[in-house]
C-alpha cells in the first residue's frame, strides 16, 4: 500500500517548493520506506538461514536447486533493471513514448521472473517439498514468495503507471513517479541478488 | 479542509466544486458534522481523533487491569476464570501498549509537529488519515475476538511455541495477530510520514537543532518504528503462515528453534519501550523549563541523550532473554550494553533537575506531572537497572517485581507524561482551559494511586509471585501482618484509587467543554512556536510561516536580553505578536482537500485480513476493495484542482512555503 501510496500522494513538485533537504517528500519518504524493507527482508533471511539445514523430511535444497534455470531468470531480472534505468532517463527527457516502451519491458521481464518462480515452485512440490514438508520448505517458500509479491506488485505499478500516463491522468511529476517505482524495482532487484547468493549459491 | 485565506477574512471554508475521480466518485466537500471529520486529512482533526480513540482504549484497558486486580485481590478469587484471566493479562499490555500509548503519543505528534516546525500539515495528510483510520480497524479487529469466541491468552509477547495451534487452538491468537499487523502497518505509514514532515518542512531558519525537544524526541521515535515495526512484521507473518497454513516456523517437533520468536520480538520489543518513553521526554522537555521560567539546561545534551538512547535501544533487545540460556558471551554483552542506556536516561534526569534548579517554579497541574515523571521513572529506572545484571534478573524474571518496574516507567513516566501533555496543551487545542483543582485531585490521586498498586508489587515480586499467577490460596497468603496477602490487598484498592483519579480527569474534561473558562492565547508564557497561532489554531496553522532565528522562537519573541540588568525584558505579548501574523497573513493559501480513500482503503485491509480467519471469498472482497481505493486514491490530486493554482492576489503577498502532498 505504501508504495501505491506514497509515489502519487505529494503535489509539491508541480510547484516546484524549496523543502528543507532539498529532497522532494516522495523521494524522501521512498527511501524510508526501503530502508524498513531492509529490516523485513533481514528478518526472513535469517529466518532462512537459521532453518535451510533443517530438512527433517523431503528433499533436501541441493537435491532440488536446478542453479542453470534459476540463474537465467536471476539474469532477467537484473537485465530488467537496466530497462528500468532506460525507463527514467527516457522519462526525465520527456519522451513519453520511449518511457511507455521501456516500462512495458521492465513489466515483461519482471513477469518473465514471476513466471520462472511458478515453474519453480511447482517443479519443488511435484518433487516433494511441500510448504509444510520442513522448516527448510516453510522458509524457502516464505522468503522467495515474499520477494515474489514485490515483482508482483512492482509489475502491479508499473503497468498502471503506463495506463495513467498513457491516459494523461497522472497526478504528480511524471519523471518523479517513474523514478520512484525504479527506486522500488532497483530494491527488489538487490535483494534478490542477495537471495539468490544465499539460497542457492551457497550449499547448507 | 480546502480553504483559502485571504488577509483580514475570517476562517470561511471556500466551497470545492465536487470532482470526479474514477469517473464515479465525487471528492467529499462536507465541513460539518460527521462527515468533516470521517473524511478529513487535517492533521489537528486526525490528532485530535487519535486521542479520542487512545482514551477510549485506555478505559478499556484499565477496565481489563481492574479485573485483575479483583481476582488478585484475595484468596481464591473467583472473578476470573484461568482461561479468562489469561485473556485478560495479554489484552490488557496489548491495548495499553498498542491501542493506547502509540495513539496517544501519535495524538500529541500528530497535532503538535507541525505547530512546532510551523508547517501546515504534514507531508503526507492523506497517508495520515489512512494511518489513523488503519489504527481503528486493527484495534477492532484485536478486541472483536473477544465476542468471536475468545481473546489472545498468550501474553503480550505471544512466545511461540506457545501461541501455535496446538497450545493456543482458538481463533484469539489471530485476531491479534492480525489486529497488530493492521496496527502496524499504520505505524509505519505514520512514522515515514512523521521522518519526512520534519525534515522536509521546518520553517525557514529552523534547522535541527533549533527545533524543540518534542519535535526531536519525535523524530527519533519514527525512526524506532521505521526500523522495528519491519522485525516485527516478519515474526507475525511467520506465526500466521504457521497457524492458518502449515507452515512450520515453531514447530520443535520438526527442529524448530524455539528462540526465533523470542530473538525477532524482542528486536522490536525492545525500541518499542523506547517509542512508549520518548515522547513523554519530548513533553515534559516542553513542560519543564516553561514552568521553571528558564531555558531547558543543556538542550544538545537531552537531544543527544534522546537520540543515543534510541541508538542504543537497537542493541540491547536480548536482556528479555537472559533466563533463556543465551550463553555466557551475549548475556554479558547484552548486560554491559543495557547498563549503558542508563547513562544517557541520567543525562536526561540531571538536565530537568537542572533546568528546575533556581527556576520560578510555577506548580500548575502539567508541571505536577512532569515533577513526577521525574521521581517515578527514576525508581523505575533504578529498578530497570537491577534487571542488566544478569545474576539478579535470573531471580526476578518473571515475578512481580518485573511488574513492579515496567508500571513505574510506563505508568509513572510515559503517562504522566502524557497527562501533563494535556494540561499544558489543552487551551492551545480547545481554547479553554482544563480546571486546575480537579487536575490537582487528578494528580493527587495518581500518585497514591500508582505508588499503592506498583510499589507492593515490589516486595510481592522478591517474595516470589509469579507474574502470571491468577490465583493464591490461603494458606500461600503467608503470617504476620505485612504479608503476601496483605500487599495484594493493598496493591487492589491502589488500583482503585488510580481508578478515580483518572476519572478525575475525564470530569474535568466534561465539565471544561461544558462550563471552562476560555484560555488567552498564551496562557503559561510558553515557548515554542505552536503558540504563535490561535487557540485553537486555524486550519492552516499560521497566517504567516514563521521565519525562525532562535530555539523557543516564541520566547524570544516576547523577550530581549537586558545585558546590563543580565535579564529579560518583556517586550510584547502572545496577544500582540499572533494579532501582527493576522495582519501580515499570507494570500491565496492552499491546503489538501477530504478524501473518502483513506478510510476506504482502511476498511479493504481489515477485511482482507478477516479473509484469512474467515476464508478466501472474503479475502477477495477485502482485496477489491482495497484495489479499488489505491486506485481512486492514485487518481486524485491531494489538493483539489479548482483551487490550486489559486491566482496571485494583486498585492504581490503570495508565498507557497509549506509543500503539501
Redesign the interface.
Known sequence: ??E???H?????TE?G?E???G????K??MW??L??????F???IS?YM??RG?V?SGPHPSRIFDIPFTSVSSFVLLMSSLTMVLAVSSAQRGDDRRTNLWLTVTALLGATFIGGQVYEFTTFIREGLG??T??F???FY?LTGFHGVHVSVGVIMLL?TMG?IRKG?I?GNKAEVVELIGLYWHFVDIVWIIIFTLVYLIPS | MAIIERPGTETTPAVVTPQQTLGAVKRPVETKGWREWLFTVDHKKIGIMYGVVAMAFFIVGGVEALLIRLQLAAPNGHILSADKYNQMFTMHATTMIFLFAMPMAGAFANYFLPLQIGARDVAFPRINALSLWLLVVGGIVLNASWFLGGAADGGWFMYAPNSGPVFSPSHGVDFWVLGLQVAGIASLLGSINLIVTVLNMRAPGMSLMKMPVFTWMILVVQFLLVFSLPVITVALVLLMLQRSYGATFFDVSQGADPLLWQHLFWIFGHPEVYVLILPSFGIISEVLPTFSRKPLFGYPFVVFSGASIGLVGFGVWAHHMFASGLGPVSVAVFSIATMAIAIPTGVKIFNWLLTMWGGKLWYTTAMKFAIGLVILFTIGGLSGVTHSVAPSDTQQTDTYYIVAHFHYVLFGGMVFGLFSGFYYWWPKVFGKMLNEKLGSWNFWLMVIGMNMTFGPMHILGLQGQPRRMYIWTKARGGEGLFNFGFWNMVASIGSFILAIGVLFFLINVVKTARSGKTAPLDPWDARTLEWLTTSPPKPHNFDRIPVVHHLDEFFHRKYEEDSAANTMRKIADGEELVRAEEAAADANIHLPAPSYWPIVLATGVGILGLGIIYGVPIMVVGFAVVLFASFGWVLEPSVAEDIDFAPASNDGNTKEIAPLG
Open positions: 500500500m505504501a501505491t501510496a506514497t502519487t500522494a505529494d503535489h509539491s510547484h517548493h523543502t528543507s533537504t529532497l522532494t517528500n516522495n524522501l519518504a524510508l520506506f530502508g524498513s524493507e531492509c529490516l523485513l533481514g528478518g526472513l529466518t537459521l532453518y533443517r527433517s510448504f509444510s520442513s522448516l520448505g516453510s522458509s516464505t498502471s495513467i491522468k497526478t
